[in-house]
T-cell receptor, first 113, second 114 residues
Framework: KAGVTQTPRYLIKTRGQQVTLSCSPI?????VSWYQQTPGQGLQFLFE???????NKGNFPGRFSGRQFSNSRSEMNVSTLELGDSALYLC????????????FGPGTRLTVT | SQQGEEDPQALSIQEGENATMNCSYK?????LQWYRQNSGRGLVHLIL?????REKHSGRLRVTLDTSKKSSSLLITASRAADTASYFC??????????????FGTGTLLAVQP
């Protein structure tokens, strides 16, 4: 079974631009969560989707948004990029009924210049 | 900050030695999980311990949980060079609702010297 895939793996953007990251969960997993990892703040929860509905949102500005499609694939979007948005963005999926362990993708490394 | 704390921040040991890392958290939890991350890659789930459990084993891993002290420890026995990675604890807060939000600790960077 294929794992969680994230595209692109690496991205370089300029301050002020916007970016869209994609995540395909493991087949059969309906829950997708996004996390941001930076050296200063560590791993922080961005949002969680289940069956196309946002179920929870972390403490991030409105520039960060996401969505989930009917096939459970998810995208997150960051508008008006700032230098501080440079981070590793991780997506995780979970299968219903399992005791909450999440399966993480390899991440998208975003660099904002 | 809701983030948990882990110590030590970094640990360097020789192959074959045991490695112990500790995690403290701040709120009531449903369960606590440990993850491993190899150099800037995704996280790999290692083990989960529920709030009503005190100890759990999986291969060379042993996890303990003390909910009265809001702390957990991860012991890796007979370490190998391949165990070199960052280790994070993560808690799922007891909201009583349907959420998978994990609160991660600050991580311990383990280096196992061959």
């Amino acid at each position: 079974k294929a794992g969680v895939t994230q595209t692109p793996r690496y991205l370089i953007k300029t301050r002020g631009q916007q970016v869209t990251l994609s995540c395909s969960p493991i087949s059969g997993h309906r829950s997708v969560s996004w996390y941001q990892q930076t050296p200063g703040q560590g791993l922080q929860f961005l949002f969680e989707y289940f069956s196309e509905t946002q179920r929870n949102k972390g403490n991030f500005p409105g520039r960060f948004s996401g969505r989930q499609f009917s096939n459970s694939r998810s995208e997150m979007n960051v508008s008006t990029l700032e230098l501080g948005d440079s981070a590793l963005y991780l997506c995780a999926s979970r299968k219903d009924g399992t005791p909450y362990e999440q399966y993480f993708g390899p991440g998208t490394r975003l660099t904002v210049t | 900050s809701q983030q948990g704390e882990e110590d030590p921040q970094a640990l360097s040991i020789q192959e074959g030695e045991n490695a112990t890392m500790n995690c403290s958290y701040k709120t009531s939890i449903n369960n606590l999980q440990w993850y491993r991350q190899n150099s800037g890659r995704g996280l790999v789930h290692l083990i989960l311990i529920r709030s009503n459990e005190r100890e759990k084993h999986s291969g060379r891993l042993r996890v303990t949980l003390d909910t009265s002290k809001k702390s957990s420890s991860l012991l890796i026995t007979a370490s190998r060079a391949a165990d070199t990675a960052s280790y994070f604890c993560a808690t799922r807060q007891n909201y009583g609702g349907a959420t998978n939000k994990l609160i991660f600790g600050t991580g311990t960077l383990l280096a196992v010297q061959p």
